[in-house]
């Protein structure tokens, strides 16, 4: 149970690096109005990322703590209790599960004040408390379900999956505690950046996203190579990773290095995003990515992977397509499908647009309600 707070509002996140979590809290601050309560941010683990933070409106205040040495986690739950007690901060809204952590202790230093605490999870539980080592997987499931979970006053989901197979771990101890609430977007500012000019002059397929191994982004450059000799299409990979320099290499043995190109990070995606043929997510898992609800909105067509919750915000032929995991061949012939076929590809966009848009709004009342209650 959440119960009424009068005092400020503390956000938490390990950084404001590039990422969808970070983008989605960045929304989250931008559009949820807090009458007559400051929004403080906490960034624990801070590398300097210009682009995301003078997103930021006027209204919220920062504190950074960039130590790296030994002694990180003290420095960074001293300051953490000065800026509650500073800032007479009454809700903890955290989007990081070590973040959580760290409130749920500092919760112990202010008996006598009325602090709730939100926690949002980034992913799916599975992904949260993953280990190579079995006796460590089960200590961190432990910790995270009856210490994390059970103390925290409400656990937000980012898809009926993701709530659903959380509240199956202990159903006595979650059921009452979780609620979903999905990615809500900016749309009036996506629509103004979306119609930027970029340099581009040809035609081709995009990807957002980090380069790392979930998002299976060289899946993406092998279906990509299937069709590539008969088209002029291209495939634009938007976004930094540590996997950059293996997609490299992958990208000259396959011989694309005149079909592929690789943008980095881009301060506005949405220009780019607006005026793909179609974006490509080939994911092995994820949350409630931001990236396809964007695309919606830009009304450019998605092609996704069959990850665990994506019928949340994707049906197959409906608002997108859906495809395999891993299956490079079903991946490749859905590319082709979208060169081959524009005429069929307009309504699926349209229904997308409209669906993505009312999801966007019930997310922002949903969040106003769980912040300012």
Known sequence: MIKKGKGNRLFIIFSLTSGGTQRMLVNVLNEIATPHKKKILFLYNYYPNLGLEQQLTEDVK???????????????????????????????VSFAKNGTYHAL??????PFRNIS????????????????????????????????????NMVIGQSNYM????????????????????????????????IEPIEILYDYFI?????????????IIEAFKRI?????????????????????????????NDKVVLLGYQKNPY???????????????????????????????????????????VIDKETGYIVQRKNIEQLSKAMLFIIQNPNRIQPISENAYQFAKQLSENSISNYSLLINK
Not at 276 to 281: G, P, T
Not at 287 to 297: F, K
């Open 62 to 92: 920062i504190y950074k703590c960039e130590t790296r040495n030994i002694l990180k986690h003290l420095y960074r739950f001293l300051l953490l209790l000065s800026i509650i007690r500073k800032e007479k901060i009454s809700r903890i």
């Open 163 to 194: 709530t659903e197979s959380f509240v199956k771990k202990n159903p006595k101890v979650l059921k009452n505690k979780v609620t979903t609430i999905q990615n809500l977007l900016l749309v009036k500012k996506i629509n103004a950046k979306s």
């Open 228 to 256: 590539s000799d008969n088209n002029t299409m291209k495939l634009v990979i938007i976004g930094e990773g540590y996997l950059k320099i293996k997609i490299v290499r992958i990208i000259k043995s396959l011989g694309l």
């Open 271 to 313: 220009k780019y995003l607006a005026k793909a043929k179609a974006l490509v997510l080939f994911s092995r898992f994820e949350g409630m990515p931001n990236v396809v609800l964007e695309s919606m909105i830009c009304k450019t067509p998605v092609i996704v992977s069959d990850f665990e919750g994506v019928e949340d915000i």
């Open 105 to 110: 202790i500092a919760k112990v230093f202010f």
């Open 117 to 152: 605490i939100i926690y949002r999870m980034v992913s799916v539980d599975s992904e949260l408390i993953k280990s190579r080592f079995k006796i460590l997987k089960r200590v961190k499931y432990f910790i995270y379900i009856n210490v994390l979970c059970r103390n925290v």
């Open 207 to 219: 990807f957002i996203g980090r380069l790392s191994e979930e998002k299976n982004v060289t899946g």
